[in-house]
């Protein structure tokens, strides 16, 4: 199916509900294991995940300004703040119960979206043990990556091209290292080292 933006905010509201069903039922250890997301416990991660459907723009700007501009700072800030107001329930509801909320992220439109929850999505899943996204919809969000994404991570594929076992998936140039969607994208995102 081509990546329309119909089909790329039916496959985010879907990785929103597969990642609140993941969710529920999680002990206090489980939702207190630490993510990908360096210095990020899984509830931090889902309290950013949230952030934009619980953070008006004012509020979000006003945020924005007292951390310097720093998004990253901003980030933590806020949902080192929010995991020490909220419950670990009430994280899993504000994701729940905004499965299909329209938030996109500034400049990212519906692709930006997808990817922000399936990246943020394997943050949670990989230290958990729990199942990733299906290959397609990790494809997908690969498929959208810009150079200017990609620099984001600060990752450069280095003369490698990696191919996906398990989706239609290429990128890079070069050797070609075959392995699963999921470990690309952790591998372009950083959160992987690059294959030997």
Known sequence: MPDTDAYLREQTVAERQRLADLLTGRTRDEWGTPSLCAGWTVREVVAHLTMPFRLSPPRFLLGLVGAGFSFHR????????????????????????????????????????????????????????????????????????????????????DGRQLRATDADLTIGSGTEVLLPAKDILLTITGRRPLPD
């Open 74 to 157: 901003f980030a933590d800030r806020a949902a080192r703040a929010d995991t020490a107001r909220m419950s670990d329930a009430d994280l899993l509801a504000a994701l729940r119960d905004n499965v299909e909320h329209p938030w996109r992220p500034p400049g990212g439109g519906p692709a930006g979206a997808l990817s922000h929850d399936v990246i943020h999505g394997l943050d949670i899943t990989e230290p958990l043990g729990l199942a990733p996204a299906p290959p397609e919809r990790i494809a997908t969000v690969v498929r959208h990556a810009t150079p200017k994404s990609l620099a984001y991570f600060g990752v450069d594929l």
